[in-house]
Every structure is written in C-alpha cells, then in structure tokens.
C-alpha cells in the first residue's frame, strides 16, 4: 500500500479547511511552494488546494511495502481488462474487475485499492460519474486514478486536465501504461 499521511489543507476558492492523506510525492509538492488539485464539495467542483502549515517530508526512503498492490480495472471492453489484468499480475498485483461504475462504486465502497484504472465510456455510469461519486465519497484521491479514453474532445480533455487524475489514451501504449502505474503505485509525481 501506498504510505500516506495525514496534512491539514485549505481551498483557494472558498478557504474551507479539510484533511486529506498524502503521499510523499504530494507533500514534497506543498513543501516546495506548489498547490494540489482536489474536489471541493463547497464549491462543488475542483479546486486547489494549499497547506495550512508548514509540510515537512522525511529523507528517508520507504522500503517496499508488504504484499501485493490492490487494483481495481473499470472497463466494459473485455479484451481491455484481460490486457491489463496480464501486465497487472506480472508484476504480482491483485487485480479486481467491474464492468461499469456501478459495480466499481460497490468494490470501492468495500475494498481497500492503491490504483482504479478506468475507461471513460461505459454502459450504466461513465467514468466522470464515477469521478464525481468517488470524490464525494473519498474512496481514492484523484492521484490514485488512472483514467484511459479513446475519445480526445474538448470536454473530455477538460474533465481529464480538472480532474487532477493521470489519464492515458487509447490505443495503450502499454510501456507508457506500465511505467505511467508504476510510478503512480510508487507514489512518485508524474510530468
């Protein structure tokens, strides 16, 4: 699992405070100056955020944590998810599926994930929706999603760019997808 810890922080558009639990590489952002971009439920969309106090990061680097990295895979394509699934459990991840955000909001509400991976576009609940119901939940933070699409409109790359989520397009690349997780399971920024 991810090592997070817990830092108090302040929205820039309404001042509201809120704890959230960050990763090293989030705190390490807020030490130097930087922002983070999080849901606000005042003001009902993304927002970034500020620490309220001084962030302090340790030096010391975290050993590899115990046990395999739960992901959850939200896809309707079933060759999609047996794609992922084999690069996912190469590298000994536990892999859970949904088919749609319903199912995903279900696993969600009752595991315990270091990364969802999910489409876009799916039957019953879309990705977005998905987005907004994770978020007013806090079953993940944005950082440990990670959104695929095909689709490269406007308002598409809108939600993807405000969403504060890592996104990847279709068709994967899948050495671009492989240290795009990675990196993110790490808990190390991404460009």
């Known amino acids: 699992m991810i090592e997070t810890s817990e830092v108090l922080l302040r929205c820039c558009g309404c001042r509201s405070e809120k704890k959230f639990n960050l990763t090293r590489a989030q705190k390490r ?6 922002r983070l971009q999080f849901h606000c439920s005042y003001c009902s969309c993304p927002q970034h955020w500020e620490s309220v106090g001084v962030v302090e990061i340790t030096t010391q680097k975290v050993g590899k944590a115990m046990g395999p990295k739960q992901i959850l895979v939200v896809d ?6 047996k794609l992922l699934r084999k690069v996912l459990e190469a590298w000994d991840a536990r892999v859970e599926e949904a088919q749609n955000g319903k199912e995903a909001l279900a696993k969600l509400a009752s595991g315990n994930f270091d990364l969802m991976v ?3 576009r799916m039957p019953e609940m879309t990705g977005q929706e998905l987005f907004q119901h994770i978020q007013d939940n806090g079953y993940l933070p944005p950082q440990r999603i990670l959104f695929l699409t095909g689709e490269k409109s ?3 790359k809108q939600f993807l760019d405000n969403s504060g989520c890592y996104y990847l397009y279709k068709p994967l690349q899948f ?4 240290g795009q997780v990675q990196a993110l399971l790490s808990g190390e920024a991404l460009p």
């Open 118 to 120: 999910c489409d876009l």
């Open 154 to 156: 406007t308002a598409v």
């Open 29 to 34: 952002q807020l030490a130097e100056g930087g």
């Open 76 to 81: 309707d394509d079933e060759l999609t998810v």
């Open 175 to 178: 050495l671009d997808f492989s």
